[in-house]
């Protein structure tokens, strides 16, 4: 089925007056939408949207395809080395199609390697990630378009380090592979010197929206999933996301609908809540999407991922009767097999109520009575209706979300594209580490009557 | 070390006139301080406040441990079934403790069972663990106070039934440990019927403070924590969080100074930032915590988790930049062992400014990057600095963050040990699942006008 967006309880008509009137919904709404339509274009004129062109860049899941096919037959690890926008997106495809839970286990496939994440200079992990893997069975993806990334580079040559020492050259040669920029960087120059197979990251392609390039499409492939879908998803999408006529435009409901709720409605935070393990990882790929592109200028919402119905016994007190300040943005999805309760013969009422009951329908009433029970507390919800979880629904999702980005961009008046505020903090870190070419930041001293340690 | 909070970058003096005055500092806030400290200790009297004293009940510690030990020695898995606070805390606990990360592998020490979480409902999750694991060599620990939680027992149902299909009925009984109220309910009851062993969670625990008790207990004694250290830590805690003077008060500066940033200040949105892998499941902790607490009555936080440095390169752009609206709570800790980053000869410039730099030295870095890139954007922060991240200092912080809590539902003036706002949904999921002791809820029929599938 294709992606839906229900934006019913985001209406006054359900909402008893805290929400949108339909009057603003289909007109003002309308007008908001297409200034913003007309910004994305440009932007697009200016060569500036490269993922609109991924879906039909030629021979892209084919050049993939065939640099990781014959890569990865000889390894049963394969080790991820990026950070950000360069690293979700393997994430969100692993936990949703790669049969993979981040609270679960670690099962993977049959005949598939295991794909690890390292993203963090934590020194803990690194030593504990690779002192359970075998050098001469684990292939490295290193993913930096600039390949001047601090924490990509520093976690690629402690790994480098460890295929050396148990490796010939010429193995370690063959199981890395970069992803990174056609022409320039650290990443592109080494690689050409020393014979390591690449893929490219277009120019015009900025981390956060990669995952349908090179970046997210070497660990799609890895897994096993199904490439051609997850781009002709993506197309299908895009053609519905640039579409003029509102109503029937997720994406310009997304971001118009979100935006209003925010500066017209006081609602600044914004929750993506699967209903759904697999799902779980796509609302951290969200949050960095959203909060990196918008958070700029003093603007910007605030980005909450969430779970359902783990979060019903976590953050959903809080949503319900705390400050009326969020919007709940549910995703529904189905499982690929449902699990019935089994309830034993002569089990005590509270038990025999699960008789006939499946896990996959309790999690859809708990979804369905979450939402009304926001509705009748006259907080606004929406929901994504995903259907089944493969790789054409995740091209549809990555692309709405994306297009939706770009548009709210537009809408909240900043560069959806951009990221200043990291840079002062890479500065800082180089001073820090005593690099000349830095200047380190002069800090204050600690201050002993600001501090608490043991009582005084 | 004991640990200490640095709070130095709330004030007006690092802040340029955004922060808190030093008079109001350690005067006004320290009046805020005393009245809840008084209501705190009024609750404590009503013995509302049984965490406080799981440091010294007798005998608690030398109970699970005698319990746990025998269980586990035919297991190579523990399934914890729980939802929300009956399951975070172990969560917190095996990726602290228990060298097993969510986004870097599932290593687990010599001789001890890998820790898995059964919380969410999700029919795609249980086929997938429970087809990993053999039913032969798991044991299962089921936690829940009152035997009535949905998910809980739903999914102890079909982990039940996948025992019994492979194992006789005295096995089952053998593998099985229920976590609940020490009276009533439907787990006591069938644990009396079948012989099946128990341990207690207090009568005046709530989900969320119960850590501590055997909800956390169970768990760290099946990585092979040290309770005694963990209990003695809390105890340490206790004292100090627990004293009049609120300058050695890291529990009291805490709340205080949070509350304080959100209700006089505008910076309603609490994010905790741990800059270490083995912390990251901390800030979900104290998100349920913080969030279930004092989300009520239209008042309350909005916790924001993070990770350091990952969310540099996600939600980092959006703190420094987006509204001035959140405060920023870092936790510094330290890695068991640090990673030289190893640069070979000849490398180029790019790479060769890591020679001599550890990965430990890099996130450290990073993290007072960070600190003083936001100080000098006028945006508050705050550091934790827990020292070595062992059994004592979790038993600090746990206990730290519980009281903090409690004088935080006094200043916000909320009952912190409810959730009334989560009754609704509960009853229209019994409703939605055609349940008649329930009332279902009328759901407005869907407005396909206010849906967006294909375009119409």
Redesign the interface.
Known sequence: ??L?????NL?T??LEGVGIPPDVLHHEIADDFRRALATLRAWREEGRLGFLDLPDTPGLADSVRRTVEPWLDEVDDLLIVG???SA?GA?VLRDALG?V???????VRAGRPRL??????????????L??LDPARTAVNVVSKS?????T???H??V??WL?EALDPETVRRRLLFTTDPKGG?LR??AEREGIATLPIPANLG?RFSVLSAVGLVPAAAIGADLDALLAGAARMRT?AL?D?L????AG?FATLLHTLHVDHGR??HVLMP????LRSLA?WF??LW??S???????P?P?PA????D???????????????VILFVAAD?????E????PGA?A??A??RG???????D??R???T??LR??GRPSATLEVGRIDAGALGELFMMLEVATVLAGALYDVDPLD????E??????????G?D?FVP?E??P??P????????
């Open positions: 089925m294709p839906v967006l229900d934006y019913a209406t008509e359900r950070i950000g926008g979700l994430v049969g839970r981040w609270n679960v286990s670690a099962r690890h994440l390292l993203d963090n200079p934590d020194p803990d992990s690194v030593a504990g990630l002192a359970d390949g001047s990334t601090a924490e580079m520093a976690l040559l402690c480098r380090g050396e650290v120059a080494m981390g519905r579409a006529d109503r029937g435009n997720p409901l600044p935070i209903y759904s393990d697999r951290l949050q960095q909060a990196e918008l958070g700029k200028e003093g603007r910007g605030t909450l779970l359902g119905a783990v019903q016994h976590a953050q959903v007190q809080l949503f319900m009767e705390g400050p009326d300040d969020k499982p690929d097999a449902d699990v309760v089994p309830v034993p005590p509270e038990l109520c699960f009951v499946t896990l996959g329908r309790l999690l009433a708990e369905r009575a979450t009304e029970a009748l507390s990221q200043p505020g990291v002062a903090g890479k500065r800082f870190t180089w001073g820090l580490l690099r070419s930041p800090i204050p600690a201050d009557a600001l501090r608490t340690g043991e009582p005084g």
